[in-house]
């Protein structure tokens, strides 16, 4: 009976052809020998196999990580541009807000002049009460009622203009007479910075993820 | 990689030094790679490296001539009454001996020993990452085993009843 111990490897990890394997098979179930031999190749396959593994003295591909340097300068470029546009959110946000609740009201703090800066390019504006909705607590509607009989009034008769300018000292600095009554008519712009606060909010966000992303690829290498 | 580089090359900074290098080569020829296994390919430039060092210190006389591969094959017969091979890997005096029975194999067989039973590659890629026929893997597998169940044998151990 010949061995087969030559095979004895190759069948072990299934190497071997559908043919040989039958017959290493066959002669394994019979030969003794044969199967002892198997049984220390796979126990010497297995030790070898359960050998630690050695561990590197230093991290071994520095020389790749240094390619990622140029993403230093975006992190914190996004970073602070996120802060910055955030601010401009907050500022916009806010000059937006004012515009929409102080515009009921301008029209009663018109007489207050530049302590109402958010108010005061709206003063005119306040002849409209269906732009704005008053402040609390604020007789606005009155006041803006008053002030839009007054505007067709003086279209009407420059006398009219005359009292009303009597009346209201601050506006006619303004709005002096028809040309005043005529400015009226017209929808002021709200204030504001850049297009809307929902762009500048868009760009916080933006600028907060590619910084968050670029500090993540940085701290993996 | 680094550990199967140390298995060849032994532990140290030349191995290092080999991952090293073939991890820059494979990055700046990534643009080659071709097949359907990465790891494959990153490992056939680390296994001929560390082969190329090898033979550099044979010429210059650092390591002894290597064993002419395809010599007959022989078979220690185990010694009578001594602890199973089985119970090695329980004994990390005895692992040391398995270590060195694995260095002093020939650096082809060593490699294609570890490519199998450590980091499981089948023969017909162990064929592709060292660029030798089947046969020849097949040959080298069992004869790096076969040296190294010798050299346990010799030192006293005997093959488990199976």
Same mark, same amino acid.
């Given at each position: 009976?010949?061995?087969?111990?030559?095979?004895?490897?190759?069948?072990?990890?299934?190497?071997?052809?559908?043919?040989?394997?039958?017959?290493?098979?066959?002669?394994?179930? @019979?030969? !003794?020998?044969?199967?002892?031999?198997? +049984?220390?190749? *796979?126990? =010497? /396959?297995? $030790?070898? &196999?359960?050998?630690?593994?050695?561990?590197?003295?230093?991290?071994?591909?520095?020389?790749?990580?240094?390619?990622?340097?140029?993403?230093?300068?975006?992190?914190?470029?996004?970073?602070?541009?996120?802060?910055?546009?955030?601010?401009?959110?907050?500022?916009?946000?806010?000059?937006?807000?004012?515009?929409?609740?102080?515009?009921?009201?301008?029209?009663?703090?018109?007489?207050?002049?530049?302590?109402?800066?958010?108010?005061?390019?709206?003063?005119?504006?306040?002849?409209?009460?269906?732009?704005?909705?008053? @402040?609390? !607590?604020?007789?606005?509607?009155?006041? +803006?009622?008053? *002030?839009? =009989? /007054?505007? $067709?009034? &003086?279209?009407?008769?420059?006398?009219?203009?005359?009292?009303?300018?009597?009346?209201?000292?601050?506006?006619?600095?303004?709005?002096?007479?028809?040309?005043?009554?005529?400015?009226?008519?017209?929808?002021?712009?709200?204030?504001?910075?850049?297009?809307?606060?929902?762009?500048?909010?868009?760009?916080?966000?933006?600028?907060?993820?590619?910084?968050?992303?670029?500090?993540?690829?940085?701290?993996?290498? | 990689?680094?550990?199967?580089?140390?298995?060849?090359?032994?532990?140290?900074?030349?191995?290092?030094?080999?991952?090293?290098?073939?991890?820059?080569?494979?990055?700046?020829?990534?643009?080659?790679?071709?097949?359907?296994?990465?790891?494959?390919?990153?490992?056939?430039?680390?296994?001929?490296?560390?082969?190329?060092?090898?033979?550099?210190?044979?010429?210059?006389?650092?390591?002894?001539?290597?064993?002419?591969?395809?010599?007959?094959?022989?078979?220690?017969?185990?010694?009578?009454?001594?602890?199973?091979?089985?119970?090695?890997?329980?004994?990390?005096?005895?692992?040391?001996?398995?270590?060195?029975?694995?260095?002093?194999?020939?650096?082809?067989?060593?490699?294609?020993?570890?490519?199998?039973?450590?980091?499981?590659?089948?023969?017909?890629?162990?064929?592709?990452?060292?660029?030798?026929?089947?046969?020849?893997?097949?040959?080298?597998?069992?004869?790096?085993?076969?040296?190294?169940?010798?050299?346990?044998?010799?030192?006293?151990?005997?093959?488990?009843?199976?």
């Amino acid at each position: 009976m010949e061995h087969v111990r030559a095979d004895l490897s190759a069948y072990l990890d299934g190497a071997l052809p559908a043919d040989r394997r039958s017959e290493v098979a066959q002669h394994l179930e @019979a030969c !003794g020998a044969c199967r002892g031999s198997l +049984a220390e190749i *796979r126990e =010497t /396959a297995r $030790l070898i &196999a359960a050998l630690p593994a050695a561990v590197p003295s230093r991290r071994l591909v520095p020389d790749l990580a240094p390619r990622l340097n140029w993403l230093r300068p975006l992190r914190s470029l996004s970073a602070v541009g996120a802060g910055m546009f955030l601010l401009v959110f907050m500022a916009s946000a806010t000059l937006d807000t004012g515009f929409r609740m102080g515009g009921g009201a301008a029209g009663t703090r018109a007489s207050g002049g530049a302590a109402q800066p958010a108010s005061a390019p709206n003063a005119e504006f306040a002849g409209r009460p269906s732009t704005g909705s008053p @402040a609390p !607590g604020v007789p606005a509607a009155p006041a +803006a009622t008053e *002030r839009s =009989t /007054a505007a $067709l009034q &003086a279209t009407a008769t420059p006398k009219a203009v005359a009292a009303d300018a009597a009346a209201s000292p601050a506006r006619d600095r303004t709005l002096p007479g028809p040309t005043g009554a005529q400015r009226t008519a017209v929808a002021p712009e709200p204030l504001r910075i850049g297009p809307s606060p929902w762009f500048w909010l868009a760009l916080t966000v933006l600028s907060g993820l590619l910084a968050f992303v670029t500090h993540r690829r940085l701290r993996a290498h | 990689m680094y550990a199967h580089v140390a298995r060849i090359l032994g532990a140290g900074p030349e191995a290092e030094d080999v991952v090293q290098d073939a991890c820059v080569s494979a990055w700046r020829s990534i643009g080659s790679f071709e097949g359907t296994s990465f790891r494959a390919w990153l490992f056939r430039i680390a296994t001929n490296r560390a082969i190329d060092v090898v033979r550099a210190r044979r010429r210059r006389g650092e390591l002894p001539l290597e064993p002419a591969e395809g010599q007959e094959e022989t078979w220690a017969e185990p010694v009578a009454g001594g602890p199973e091979l089985a119970d090695i890997a329980a004994d990390r005096e005895a692992m040391r001996h398995v270590e060195a029975a694995l260095a002093g194999l020939p650096a082809e067989q060593r490699a294609a020993v570890v490519l199998r039973d450590v980091e499981g590659f089948d023969y017909e890629e162990i064929a592709r990452i060292t660029a030798t026929e089947l046969g020849t893997v097949k040959s080298r597998i069992h004869r790096g085993r076969l040296a190294v169940r010798n050299a346990l044998l010799a030192q006293g151990w005997r093959g488990s009843s199976g």
